[in-house]
């Protein structure tokens, strides 16, 4: 490889002439720059393709089939419930997927907005992740579960499951609910209607209320007020009835203290009224007779 560049060399140098001109000189000159160049860039190009004819020609990879969702939805996505016409709920996400041998559509996040039976927004959910089937029978919410009920309390889970057979929300797993008056309320295991208007936690419950002793007094005093005020009122135009009178008493009979073979004492008359001694003097002295002397 050496003597064929070597040779190439030589053929490219220009022929020395003793006599030359200072021109011929120039030229010449000029012609073994231009000869040194080509011979370079020729050089280059055949280390070049020496140095490629010796790389390792790399096998194609065997293909290999990589399973795909038959439906997948990476940008927003609204799925809406009716029930009879009424829009019930209606869930947004920013990732859905759907394979092909299963009926189940997972969703991530997940946005609820719940309506009631007009129509109306009334509470609100969402969740870190979900599932659904197609037919809509089912929505399972899990991961950070957070869902705000219409009369304004809030609920944490882990999860929640509503069914619509029974149309009830219902989790096995620890919940915390904070009311609307502040109230942290806390248990294992939780059942709501799907509005969230009326719920329980079904055990393991405890609670922390606020201000619990001013809030019975004031409950005390609601329900006087309202006994007062549903009491039937009393008017002063109208006439007082009319006492019925009361049944003359019979005298009781007063039983003797002495038995019946006794004879009661001689009762004492009463005692005279004080008189002159000469009257009574002369009631005591005998009656003279007619005939007497004088």
Known sequence: MAQFLQNIK???????CPATSRYASHASRKASRKASRLWGVLACAILAVFFLGCEEIEE????????????????????????KGVLNWRLKT?????????????????FV??????GERVAFL??????????FTYVYAYGHVYALTPKGASVRAD??????????????????????????LQGVGFESDAQFDNWKILSNVTGIFQDAAKRMKDEDKRQAEA?????????SSQAAPVAKPAPAAKPTPVKPTSSPSQSPKPVAPPRPA???????QQKLLPKSNSGAAK
């Open 10 to 16: 030589n053929a490219l140098a220009p022929a020395s």
């Open 274 to 280: 004080a008189q002159n001694p000469a009257a009574i």
């Open 126 to 135: 969402r969740a870190d992740s979900g599932s659904l089937d197609m037919t």
């Open 159 to 184: 999860s929640l499951l509503w069914n619509k057979k029974d149309n009830l929300v219902r989790t096995a797993s620890y919940v915390r609910v904070v009311s609307e008056d502040g109230d942290v």
């Open 227 to 235: 006994e007062r005020l549903n009491a039937p009122p009393s008017s």
């Open 60 to 83: 194609p990879k065997p293909w290999i089939r990589v399973e795909r969702p038959q439906m997948l939805f990476t940008d927003t996505t609204l799925l809406d419930s009716y029930d």
């Open 113 to 118: 907005d719940i309506y009631d039976s007009i």
């Open 94 to 110: 920013a990732y859905l997927e759907r394979w092909a041998d299963k009926e189940i559509v997972t969703v991530r996040p997940v």
